[in-house]
């Protein structure tokens, strides 16, 4: 009888995991395959605790997009669920592009998974030091970093938003150094 109640207990708590999941929850990525009957995977552009990030085609805009594909697991999606929720009113709020915040194109749900379709940028703050092997920027490049950086927390502040990540890997940098966006 205990074993019995141990095993009703277990199965409450597990979540669906399907043929195209990993154990954690990743989504598994082809490169080619098709999403939303879209977005065509060009390839991987990284991976953290909330899933992956991808460049895909956009086949209606004929453009190139990072498609964020979150975890199947419900904490993930709940997650998933609010950060979409600040990014629309973040977006709703910002008419005249001030904030230095991604823009959220889209959002869907495929395959158990929550996406979300941003424009794609160039490079996130980490890689670009690394790529300068960790020696540092221009003092003038951080000037103009440091003040889009202050810009956007001002907007943050102003909104009572309050960024609990804000780290080198999530502020994307333009090619030019002369952008910022979180």
């Known amino acids: 009888k205990m074993t019995e109640k141990i095993k009703k207990i277990t199965k409450k708590g597990k979540e669906k995991k399907t043929d195209d999941d990993s154990e954690s929850g990743n989504y598994i990525v082809k490169v ?31 453009t190139d997009v990072c498609l964020k594909i979150i975890k199947s697991k419900k904490k993930f999606t709940n997650q998933a669920k609010i950060e979409i929720r600040l990014l629309q009113y973040i977006n709703n709020n910002d008419k005249q592009d001030e904030s230095n915040v991604i823009k959220l194109i889209e959002h869907f749900t495929f395959r158990n998974h929550v996406c979300l379709i941003f424009d794609l940028l160039d490079i996130n703050l980490y890689e670009l030091l690394k790529y300068q092997d960790f020696c540092g920027l221009d003092m003038s490049v951080i000037r103009k970093i440091a003040i889009q950086l202050l810009y956007t927390l001002i907007f943050l502040q102003n909104h009572k938003i309050i960024h609990c990540d804000l780290k080198p890997e999530n502020i994307m940098v333009s090619k030019e150094l002369d952008k910022v966006v979180l």
């Open 32 to 62: 080619g395959e098709q999403i939303n009957f879209r977005y065509e995977v060009i390839k991987e552009l990284g991976s953290g605790s909330f899933g992956q990030a991808l460049k895909c085609h956009d086949h209606k805009n004929k």
